[in-house]
């Protein structure tokens, strides 16, 4: 899993509110249990014209020009900024997936449905939580300004403005460390694999009837 530390990135924003993990990445793409692949199909049914499918060269097919990530301002951003209730509706962690495979690193949002912020952390994507004026005020001046940039600060769990604004955001010191030591859930069990060697060695002295062959 990709560390995070800091992050100075353009933002895009998507000024919806309840965007559920259909609308982020469709079912009928679900297909792979690999984690990349699934940017070109990141909010799928609103970013083309046409209904896509598995398997389809995406490069000619027709982009939405209403959809705000098509437009040329917001391309190679790395931090969405949307509404409430960010990734409600069934728990696949293909959605984080997809955002990450996109460029997102940063999600910020006034919250997000339980399942998919937890699934978000475990695959380095870092979920900000902010009021809704706060949002509403990045979302003011995203509109306003061109090539609007955040730096998001994970160690001192700070977002700041171009203007000099700083937010602040809460996050678990257990979630804080995996995302700056980039560990997953497998990152953290081998952080400990002298232990469980040890532990194993120990086992099987102290019982090996448990261990024939």
Not at 40 to 58: I, K, S, V
Request: charged residues 20%; aromatic residues 10%.
């Amino acid at each position: 899993m990709k560390a995070f530390t800091t992050l100075t990135a353009l933002v895009a924003p998507l000024d919806r509110a309840n965007v559920d993990t259909d609308a982020i990445i469709p079912k009928q793409f679900l297909k792979s249990i690999q984690r990349s692949g699934f940017g070109p199909n990141c909010f799928d049914e609103w970013r083309y014209l046409d209904h896509g499918e598995p398997g389809m060269d995406n490069t000619g097919r027709p982009l939405n020009p209403d959809f705000s990530l098509n437009q040329t301002r917001y391309q190679g951003a790395n931090i969405l900024l949307t509404r409430k209730n960010f990734g409600c509706g069934s728990s696949r962690e293909h959605a984080p997936w997809a955002l990450d495979d996109y460029g997102f690193r940063a999600v910020i949002a006034p919250s997000f449905a339980d399942i998919f912020f937890n699934n978000c952390y475990k695959n380095g994507l870092l979920p900000i939580v902010l009021s809704e004026e706060i949002v509403e005020q990045l979302f003011q001046e995203v509109e306003q300004n061109e090539a609007y940039q955040l730096t998001v600060d994970l160690t001192a769990q700070t977002v700041t403005s171009p203007s000099g604004a700083v937010y602040c955001f809460d996050i678990t010191d257990h979630r804080k460390h995996c995302l700056l030591n980039g560990l997953d859930e497998i990152g953290l069990t081998l952080a400990h694999a002298d232990n469980i060697k040890a532990f194993e060695s120990q086992h099987r002295a102290a019982q090996p009837w448990l261990f024939h062959n």
